[in-house]
């Protein structure tokens, strides 16, 4: 292991060629390092070798060292990154530097020259594990919807059972009320919380009626700059005209990001509805490539272009100037949450709960605005128990969770257990042994999928793995057509056709 001294200058090297600090701060930066490793004195290391482009390969030696010296214990993943977290803090600019230097750089060079420098530095600063996210297994799936993004994520790391016994000891009285509120800037953590004291917000005025949102980046991106922009208030997910007056205020910012929201209800929603948020980011999504197959016309709306977007799921595609697309989103969202269609599984309330929703999704085209209403229904029955709209049992052995606003744009967040599964998987489609797969209890579920695929294919070490990935896609698609509340069939796009016209 590396002397401390020499992973100390390590670091501020790493921070000064970062830009995390200048040249001015090292002295004291290295003894902001010194009080956190509890060390009294310094001694010069010489070090004059490569500095890691990786935060990670001088911060995990740093925390070998804090465990032998008992700064870490126990010796797990979520306490190193307690102690780790707390090192970097050391080159994290205040909160209000951070902001002006973003505003700075949005006036002067653009939006892009602010977002490139806001990244650069949640990055640079280990806010996102850029080492834990190389990890995922990320691929294309060539489907007739175009190629969509498979993730197997890879990134979160399973809990220790320590840290799990760790956690039930903290009484928290809960600060920050939950992982989203902008109380997390700066927040040392706890064995139940993760520590956020390298978070950084940026404030947002998106309808300029003095209630700002904020924008960071999600600590495990999925994609190419990740953001997330939350409400400064917790409250729960409610979609309304605001939503959409907020979302198109966030791309007139930050032209070169799209923006999203997650549906507002159980199942088709995401996994945090306690409180308000968006997420967008710089990529181009399958969805978003995917052309408009049908055209209608908005009578109250005529400056609106308006169409049915070829796509699994039942989208909406609006485009125009933003007030019209405000006013058209809210108009569609009206009339979508009181729509039922009994011959088409669709009712807008059992009783007083509501069932039916959207997924926005806002763009930048040009000059204009553009954003896809998602339509969704989270409605359950004895023979669908976790949806009607929602994957069927057929693909739970691939995908069961919630299909949320990433899913929805055609990127698959796949559980980390089909790692293992399609390696182990696919030895045995080599061998043609089905009857392995049957009785491996891990394996067990993909049997039936397993012999529609010896059907289909002939195994080799040279192609089980492209062929198991190719698959994977196919089935995602699936699961998206399960989702999407009218079916691609003459009388799915009738039963759409009827609600249209209801428009």
Partial sequence: ???????????????????????????????????????????????????????????????????????????????????????????????????????????????????????????????????????????????????????????????????????????????????????????????????????????????????????????????????????????????????????????????????????????????????DHFQGGRYVFAMEKAPVEQTFRLKKFPKVKAGVVRWPMSVIRLTGGKQDLIDASDYILKKWRSYSDPAADILAFTGSTPHNTVTPIARRKGKDFEIDLVLRNNRTTKEFPLGIFHPHEEVHHIKKENIGLIEVMGLAVLPARLAAELDELGKLLIKADLRSVQKNPALAKHAPWAQQLLNKYKFTPGNAQKILQKEVGAVFARVLEYAGVYKRTPQGREAFGRFLQKL
């Fill in 1 to 275: 292991m590396a002397d401390i001294y020499t992973l100390i200058d390590q670091l501020t090297a790493y921070a000064v060629k970062n830009e995390l600090i200048n040249e001015e701060d090292v002295i004291w930066a290295r003894n902001e390092l010194l009080a956190v490793l509890g060390l009294n004195d310094y001694q010069p290391s010489g070090f004059k070798g490569k500095i890691p482009s990786r935060v990670a390969d001088i911060l995990n030696p740093m925390c070998d060292w804090a465990a032998k010296q008992g700064l870490i214990s126990p010796d797990t993943v979520t306490q190193r990154d307690l102690f780790d977290t707390k090192l970097m803090n050391v080159f994290a600019a205040r909160p209000s530097e951070t902001v002006a230097d973003f505003w700075v750089l949005h006036k002067t060079c653009g939006p892009e020259a602010a977002t490139d420098k806001f990244y650069h530095d949640a990055r640079a600063l280990n806010y996102i594990r850029t080492d834990r996210v190389a990890k995922n297994r990320v691929w294309k799936a060539s489907t007739p919807y175009g190629n969509l993004d498979i993730t197997i994520n890879m990134s979160k790391p399973e809990k220790d059972p320590k840290d799990i016994a760790a956690a039930l000891q903290v009484k928290s009285a809960g600060y920050p009320a939950c992982l989203l509120c902008k109380e997390n800037e700066g927040y040392a953590g706890h064995a139940a919380h993760p520590a956020r004291q390298n978070l950084r917000l940026i404030p947002l005025d998106l309808i300029k009626d003095g209630r700002p949102w904020y924008l960071q980046y999600s600590p495990y991106v999925y994609y190419n700059e990740h953001c997330i922009c939350l409400s400064g208030k917790h409250e729960p997910m409610k979609l309304s005209k605001k939503s959409f007056a907020r979302l198109l205020g966030f791309v007139e910012l930050l032209p070169h990001y799209f923006i999203g929201s997650n549906a507002d209800l159980p199942i088709v929603g995401g996994s945090i509805l306690t409180h």
